[in-house]
Every structure is written in structure tokens, then in C-alpha cells.
């Protein structure tokens, strides 16, 4: 699959501005002007002389680094501005500040730029274009065992088993030797790579990504404890329940609640290898990497972002649009916005690198207060 710049423009908007070999950037193709076609020599990237910039076909993305004729690059961290020097990108998508600090080293830019203020969303985008997941092949097959309904454009693969009252929606896809459970809903446009478990009674909905070996579902930590010290197990008999737009990643396991439902909003993006405890709620359109635990009754709320190898204990509340740093040790609830980093105990962001601060200096401070005891205690004697 291939898109032409005019086609990825008129699709995303953006300003579209010309290579130049030999000539400061911008002096050909003045910034803003996105109804002119414009042409430029595009002799480093491969492309034809006079090739209107509008008709340059894009087949894949690459970085800075790796990209060749027919990729398209990005731009979205100053550090690796010097790597467009290199660049045998045919465009790269930039934001209208890193373009004009070309434009001020008057360097020539050897491939067209798409600006944008957000070129890391724009590259995500053109991602999905020119990589859309495979088509749904409807039919199941021969060595899956289905009890439940399946509609009949899903795709069901080798040794999946269905069970008992399930339901499957439409253009499901179902990889090879997953487990769906009695009972479970699994909406319309969702895809379960191979090896995927999903337990009795939990709800899917539309359009999500679950990754190979997720368990959703399995019994939450939950025990009662008998004066002698011997452990009594207390059924779970929530459910999982899963919104829609949701992506959880390889080996990730979700436990069923304990009497209510563990609850995973809409949106919610989770990493590989990742546990999430029974009763756990967490928010529309939160983030969380990988090797996070998140124990029992913990609430999170939208639009988080949680760093990897972070813990949240449990029964603990985090407000909307909370950052937890990684590896930072979550111990009592988070009621405010912002972003909070460290273990022992977690502090605000600014004040965690405050102190850090002054720690990475207490060798040097204490002899300084060596220094000055010494000092004193030489007036001392002296008086």
C-alpha cells in the first residue's frame, strides 16, 4: 500500500512545504501555501527531477536514521535534529518550530516536510494506513470447538474453544487455541491473538486488542485467614468487563472481581505483562506500561498515565489525568492532577527532583559540615 503526500495532507491536514538542494529551506516553497503545487529537486532522496511534492508516494514509515526513498520519517524530539542532516527520508513530518530553526541555520533540506504541531500523533496515523491490521476471513475452523453463537463474519481459529451461552459479534477474530469461557460477550470488531484465555462471564467490547497468553478473568487474590494461620479461599464471582477501543498486552492478566466487576473503561491502553487485581476500576483512555501491579479496590482515574514497573497498592484512589513516574511506589491516594515520582515515600514531581537533588550531594555536604564543625570548634577554643 502507498499514499501520495496530497492524499496524506488532504486526509490529516497540515502544511505541506518542498525539498530544497543547494538552497536555504523555505525559499522555495513559502510555509502556509498548501493550495500551490509545488516542485522540487529531489536528487538525494531518489525521487525524479520535478516531482511535484503532492504526488510523492509514501509506502512505509522508518526513523530518521533508516528511512530511504518512499519513507516517511518524523520529528517530535529535538535530539534527533541532527539526524535529518542524514535523512534519506522522501518527507518527514515535523512541527512548524523545528522547521523554522532549519530555516534560521539557512541548511538545505533534502525531502519534503509535512508541519504539524503534533508529528508524532500525524506519524501514528499515517502509521495505521499504510499498516492496517489483516483482514477478517470469516469461517471457523474445523479443529475449534464452538458451543456459544458466533456471527458469521467472525474468524475463528485452530483449537479455540467456545463455550457454553458465549457470544461472538461481528468481524471477530479469534486466534488459534484460545479459550473463551460460558457466557462471555466478545462485541463486534474485537481481535484475540492465539492463546488468549478469557473466563466465564466477562465482557469484551468493540474493537478491542488483546495480545497472546492474556488471562482475563482468572480469580482474583482473595483469602481469609483461620486462627491457626491457614488461609481460606473466598470465591470470586465478579465478572471482568472490558469498554470498547481497548488494547492489553502480551501475558497481561486481569483478575475477576471479587463481588463486583473489575472495570477497564473505554480507551485504556495496557502494556505487556501487566497485573491487574480483582475490583480494580480504571478510567477511560489511561495508559499503563509494562511490569505494572495494580492490587485490589484501587481506583484509577482517566486519562492516566502510569510508568513502567510502578506499584499501586490497594483500596487507593488516583484522580484524573494523574502521571505516576516508573517505578515509582504508590502508598495512599493521589487527589490532585500532576505528575508524582519516587518509592519512599512518593512526593510530587518537583519536590522528588528537589530532594534527589540534594542527595546525589550528601557526600560532598558532609564534609562541608565536617569542615565547618572543625572550624567552630577551633573558635571555640580559641575564645
Same mark, same amino acid.
Given at each position: 500500500?502507498?499514499?501520495?503526500?496530497?492524499?496524506?495532507?488532504?486526509?490529516?491536514?497540515?502544511?505541506?512545504?518542498? !525539498?530544497?538542494? @543547494? =538552497?536555504? $529551506?523555505?525559499?522555495?516553497? %513559502?510555509?502556509?501555501?498548501? +493550495?500551490? *503545487? &509545488?516542485?522540487?529537486?529531489?536528487?538525494?532522496?531518489?525521487?525524479?527531477?520535478?516531482?511535484?511534492?503532492?504526488?510523492?508516494?509514501?509506502?512505509?514509515?522508518?526513523?530518521?536514521?533508516?528511512?530511504?526513498?518512499?519513507?516517511?520519517?518524523?520529528?517530535?524530539?529535538?535530539?534527533?535534529?541532527?539526524?535529518?542532516?542524514?535523512?534519506?527520508?522522501?518527507?518527514?513530518?515535523?512541527?512548524?518550530?523545528?522547521?523554522?530553526?532549519?530555516?534560521?541555520?539557512?541548511?538545505?533540506?533534502?525531502?519534503?516536510?509535512?508541519?504539524?504541531?503534533?508529528?508524532?500523533?500525524?506519524?501514528?496515523?499515517?502509521?495505521?494506513?499504510?499498516?492496517?491490521?489483516?483482514?477478517?476471513?470469516?469461517?471457523?475452523?474445523?479443529?475449534?470447538?464452538?458451543?456459544?453463537?458466533?456471527?458469521?463474519? !467472525?474468524?475463528? @481459529? =485452530?483449537? $479455540?474453544?467456545?463455550?457454553? %451461552?458465549?457470544?461472538?459479534? +461481528?468481524? *471477530? &477474530?479469534?486466534?488459534?487455541?484460545?479459550?473463551?469461557?460460558?457466557?462471555?460477550?466478545?462485541?463486534?470488531?474485537?481481535?484475540?491473538?492465539?492463546?488468549?484465555?478469557?473466563?466465564?462471564?466477562?465482557?469484551?467490547?468493540?474493537?478491542?486488542?488483546?495480545?497472546?497468553?492474556?488471562?482475563?478473568?482468572?480469580?482474583?487474590?482473595?483469602?481469609?485467614?483461620?486462627?491457626?494461620?491457614?488461609?481460606?479461599?473466598?470465591?470470586?464471582?465478579?465478572?471482568?468487563?472490558?469498554?470498547?477501543?481497548?488494547?492489553?498486552?502480551?501475558?497481561?492478566?486481569?483478575?475477576?472481581?471479587?463481588?463486583?466487576?473489575?472495570?477497564?473503561?473505554?480507551?485504556?491502553?495496557?502494556?505487556?505483562?501487566?497485573?491487574?487485581?480483582?475490583?480494580?476500576?480504571?478510567?477511560?483512555?489511561?495508559?499503563? !506500561?509494562?511490569?505494572?501491579?495494580?492490587?485490589?479496590?484501587?481506583?484509577?482515574?482517566?486519562?492516566?498515565?502510569?510508568?513502567?514497573?510502578?506499584?499501586?497498592?490497594?483500596?487507593?484512589?488516583?484522580?484524573?489525568?494523574?502521571?505516576?513516574?516508573?517505578?515509582?511506589?504508590?502508598?495512599?491516594?493521589?487527589?490532585?492532577?500532576?505528575?508524582?515520582?519516587?518509592?519512599?515515600?512518593?512526593?510530587?514531581?518537583?519536590?522528588?527532583?528537589?530532594?534527589?537533588?540534594?542527595?546525589?550531594?550528601?557526600?560532598?555536604?558532609?564534609?562541608?559540615?565536617?569542615?565547618?564543625?572543625?572550624?567552630?570548634?577551633?573558635?571555640?577554643?580559641?575564645?
Amino acid at each position: 500500500m502507498s499514499l501520495s503526500l496530497n492524499e496524506i495532507v488532504a486526509r490529516l491536514g497540515g502544511e505541506l512545504v518542498g !525539498a530544497t538542494v @543547494g =538552497a536555504a $529551506v523555505g525559499e522555495k516553497v %513559502g510555509v502556509g501555501d498548501t +493550495a500551490a *503545487v &509545488a516542485t522540487a529537486t529531489m536528487g538525494t532522496t531518489g525521487q525524479a527531477d520535478g516531482t511535484a511534492i503532492t504526488d510523492i508516494r509514501i509506502t512505509h514509515v522508518a526513523p530518521l536514521e533508516t528511512a530511504d526513498s518512499g519513507d516517511l520519517s518524523f520529528l517530535s524530539n529535538p535530539k534527533y535534529r541532527a539526524q535529518m542532516q542524514r535523512t534519506r527520508a522522501s518527507a518527514v513530518i515535523m512541527s512548524p518550530a523545528a522547521f523554522h530553526s532549519l530555516a534560521q541555520l539557512n541548511s538545505a533540506m533534502p525531502f519534503a516536510a509535512i508541519l504539524t504541531d503534533q508529528p508524532y500523533l500525524y506519524y501514528a496515523r499515517v502509521a495505521q494506513w499504510l499498516s492496517p491490521l489483516p483482514d477478517v476471513i470469516p469461517g471457523i475452523h474445523a479443529s475449534a470447538v464452538v458451543v456459544g453463537q458466533v456471527a458469521d463474519s !467472525a474468524e475463528i @481459529g =485452530a483449537h $479455540v474453544s467456545i463455550g457454553c %451461552g458465549a457470544q461472538i459479534g +461481528a468481524d *471477530v &477474530a479469534i486466534g488459534a487455541n484460545c479459550s473463551i469461557g460460558e457466557n462471555v460477550v466478545i462485541a463486534d470488531g474485537s481481535r484475540l491473538a492465539p492463546n488468549v484465555t478469557v473466563y466465564a462471564h466477562c465482557v469484551i467490547g468493540k474493537r478491542c486488542i488483546i495480545h497472546a497468553g492474556v488471562v482475563i478473568g482468572s480469580d482474583g487474590f482473595g483469602f481469609a485467614r483461620e486462627a491457626t494461620g491457614a488461609w481460606v479461599k473466598i470465591p470470586q464471582i465478579g465478572r471482568v468487563v472490558i469498554g470498547d477501543e481497548v488494547e492489553i498486552g502480551a501475558n497481561t492478566t486481569i483478575d475477576r472481581g471479587a463481588l463486583d466487576d473489575t472495570i477497564i473503561g473505554d480507551g485504556v491502553k495496557l502494556d505487556n505483562q501487566i497485573q491487574i487485581g480483582h475490583n480494580v476500576k480504571i478510567g477511560k483512555d489511561t495508559a499503563i !506500561a509494562g511490569c505494572v501491579g495494580v492490587a485490589g479496590s484501587a481506583v484509577i482515574g482517566a486519562r492516566c498515565s502510569i510508568g513502567g514497573a510502578a506499584m499501586i497498592q490497594g483500596h487507593l484512589t488516583l484522580a484524573d489525568e494523574v502521571v505516576v513516574t516508573t517505578g515509582t511506589l504508590v502508598t495512599k491516594s493521589i487527589t490532585k492532577a500532576g505528575t508524582y515520582s519516587g518509592s519512599s515515600p512518593f512526593l510530587t514531581h518537583g519536590e522528588w527532583l528537589r530532594n534527589f537533588s540534594h542527595l546525589r550531594h550528601l557526600d560532598a555536604m558532609a564534609d562541608k559540615i565536617r569542615a565547618l564543625e572543625q572550624r567552630l570548634q577551633a573558635m571555640e577554643k580559641k575564645a
